[in-house]
């Protein structure tokens, strides 16, 4: 792990490996720990940067500015400071909403992406995606952060068998600050590229979980707007395919990338 400056917060990433670069970028709340059973396999082959995004993990915990647009710009920022011209992009979640952002307003940066369990528009997501954004506000102003961090946890891994990840996964988030939290959940609620997702010419893999939160027609949908960009459908999954289907993401990536 490194820390350094960059966009005038500390930033704290994991460089691994050796090769052509992918950037791996987590989800809301949580930390590059997100891929933990990515980074052994990808940096067998390629050199894999996993930052904490702002008021994420080690990273600085500003209390404001760490919308979208702001994390794009330090994730590009340290991409400069690393001598990197050139990556892949692998987002989950929130991540994949920074990818997006990043092959529209850096396209020079960016040469393959990889959208897992996420979508170019949190503010237009025509299905699930605005009414569990609105869920969650409710759940943190009337039971508090904790209540909102076990119904992730307990959505995410339900089974009996993912009792650990339910656990590390609920402490990553009540790790959070809260006001940094909210206001990034709010920022997300608010941004979106909306139809100029038909304007990244990337080569383009989706992946969608069969029981994610957002149906697999919205990823479909955004998918066919782009003119390089395919769908895989991982079955037997729900939000956190990075570790109830690992294998099979990896597989996945691996093939892609």
């Known amino acids: 792990m490194a820390l350094t400056t960059i966009n005038g917060i500390d930033v704290d990433y994991a460089d691994v490996g050796k090769g052509d670069v992918v950037v791996l970028l ?30 994420h993990g080690n990273s600085e915990r500003v209390p404001k500015k760490q919308g979208v647009e702001v994390m794009t710009e330090d994730i590009f920022q340290l991409l400069k400071f690393l001598n990197i ?5 692998v987002g989950f979640s929130m991540g994949g909403a920074v990818c997006f952002n990043m092959a529209y307003s850096h396209p020079e940066m960016v040469d393959k992406l990889v959208i897992v369990n996420s979508g170019p528009d949190f503010n237009n ?107 895989v459908v991982i079955e037997n999954s729900r939000h956190g395919i990075v570790l109830d289907q690992a294998e099979k993401l990896n597989q996945e990536l691996l093939k892609f990338l």
């Open 85 to 89: 011209k050139k990556a892949s992009f």
């Open 125 to 231: 997501a025509k299905d699930s995606g605005v009414d569990l954004l609105a869920a969650r506000t409710k759940i943190i102003k009337d039971q508090g952060f904790e209540a909102l961090a076990e119904t992730i946890s307990n959505g995410m891994f339900p089974e009996e068998s993912q009792q650990q990840w339910r656990k590390e996964f609920y402490q990553r988030i009540i790790d959070n600050d809260e006001d940094a939290y909210l206001y990034t959940f709010g920022s997300l609620m608010e941004w979106g590229l909306d139809d100029k997702v038909s304007e990244i010419k990337h080569p383009t893999l989706v992946i969608a979980s069969d029981m994610d939160y957002t149906s697999v027609d919205y990823k479909k949908g955004y998918a066919n707007k782009m003119e390089n960009a395919k769908l």
């Open 26 to 55: 987590h989800g809301l709340g949580s930390t590059k720990k997100d891929w933990d059973l990515q980074i052994p396999v990808l940096s067998q082959k390629l050199r894999v940067i996993a930052p904490d995004f702002r008021a």
